[in-house]
């Protein structure tokens, strides 16, 4: 029995994992950099600014961590037993909940990308 679509959605959420985990990487080495800027500035308000960058921060974040969450039970869904279900055992209730994560991750993707390059942006007119 063809087991091909099991192991490609596994495959993908492979992937997936493993960019989400750099995400959440990068968003602490960035949380780091916000908490640097507020301990050796003197600037007026600092600290206010900073706190925009680090609740957009936490709110990817999460996002980040509860999609984690979806990604498991969605591949403990792919298997039984450790092994790949056959191809025709995937239900369409399957197949719809990979395409729902496969927007959720893209969604997140965007807008990690997007909050890295608004913190990254505010961290160098700070440091000019």
Known sequence: MS????KHYYDEIQNWQDSIS???????????RLNEIVLRNSIVDIAAKVEV????????MDKLHRIQI?????ESSLK?????IDDKSISTE????HVELTDKVKNAEKEFIDVKYYCNTFLTEILK
């Open 70 to 74: 979806d990604l498991r039970i969605h």
């Open 53 to 60: 960058h680090q609740l957009l921060l936490e709110k990817i």
């Open 3 to 6: 087991k091909r679509i099991s």
């Open 22 to 32: 750099l995400y959440i990487s990068s968003i602490i080495k960035l949380e780091e």
């Open 94 to 97: 399957v197949e719809r909940l």
């Open 80 to 84: 039984e037993n450790d092994v790949f």
